[in-house]
């Protein structure tokens, strides 16, 4: 079945409730669906209703492409000077022997290995350290553009840029210039959290705000320049939480059409102030990704981090509204891994991501950080994956 006449099943199916079948047909109008809505989605949403919608407003968009990249991140530091309650990664100052803080020519060693791979972008993030500083970040940008000036400088969080132009005494319109100047080209979506303060305060107190947050992305659009957005979810956090969160984002995205893509992260339990709080299961993160497809009707892209929810996860997501798969990582990212997610040593050949999008029936597209189609990989048979083709069991008689 179609996935419109899929949704057409739904606003007229008498057993769901007049609500839901309400908010089918506004899907299918392409018509917005309000804050509340979002609510009783969460609420009262099955799976395969939530599914249906989402997987309708994805092919609407994407068709069966789904995309990926080819990056690798530099962490500078897993030392920071804040203490976020979940957070599995960093070590306070104090615990110094336990973590480490590259010096800028480390950075470049790192970027310097990957010279003859094919990658398009590097991403970096990590904690926050006073050395590190507006002057310092410049340089390595500068420096890593200078190396390899195709390379895609995808780097830090408004975490970041809010202390670093706070101690410079600069205002964010200033700095984000200054950075764009020195070779930043897009900001990922990390730091946003939940943005209400109700959750904000207990998990991720001291660091910027929601609202720096949205400040920061909303000066780095107004320069012409993109970024993407998370939600950490599953945690303390009540649906409407999620929702407002979100509402925050859409309305922002409403003026500037910045943001490139939502990439919603799953609270893991593992080493951190946390681990009291259990983990939701694989069916929240699908109805997540799903109602995340359906609300933001202004984002282009929801993207999974198979590195973090698995890789089955990740391929079922595929048909909760997901297009995007971060990404063919190659084990340097210890974000995932020290919070407990599977996979431990996050790496994933080309061939590996391709067959895994491939085996679930979609078209997977390699593209650069801006969504420009780097290859098509719809029809590409790698070499050792060609069957023998006139084999047969040996006949007896
Ligand atoms: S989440 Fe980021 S800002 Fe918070 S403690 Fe961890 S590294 Fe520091």
Known sequence: MSTTSTLSVLIHDQDLSEQLRFIAEKVSNQERITFDEGVYLYE???????????????????????????????????????????????????????????????????????????????????????????????????????????????????????????????????????????????????????FHPEVRDIIAKDKCTGEQWLQIHEEWHKLGMRSNATMLYGHIEKYAHRIDHMEQLRQLQDRTGGFQTFIPLKFRNQHNQMENVPEVSVIEDLRNYAISRIYLDNFDHIKAYWAMISRQTAQLSLNFGVDDIDGTLDDTTKIYSMAGAEEQHPAMSTKELVNLIKQVKRKPIERDTLYNVVTDFTDVVFEEDVKPQFYKLPVIN
């Open 44 to 194: 009262h949403g099955e799976l395969g209703y939530l599914g249906a919608l989402a997987n309708y407003i994805r092919e609407q968009k994407h068709g069966d492409k789904t995309y990926f990249n080819k990056n690798f991140h530099l962490e500078p530091t897993n030392l920071c000077v804040y203490d976020c309650k979940f957070c599995s990664y960093s070590r306070l100052i104090k615990q110094k022997e336990e973590g480490w803080a590259l010096t800028l020519q480390e950075m470049l060693d790192v970027v310097k290995k990957y010279d003859d791979e094919p990658v398009t972008e590097v991403h970096i993030v990590g904690g926050v350290l006073p050395q590190y500083d507006v002057a310092f970040y410049s340089a390595l940008f500068t420096a890593i553009k200078h190396h390899r000036p195709n390379l895609h400088v995808k780097a830090l969080t408004p975490v970041e840029y809010h202390y670093i132009f706070k101690k410079a005494k600069i205002d964010y319109a200033t700095g984000m210039k200054l950075m764009k100047d020195a070779g930043l080209e897009s900001i990922p979506g990390g730091g946003a959290e939940i």
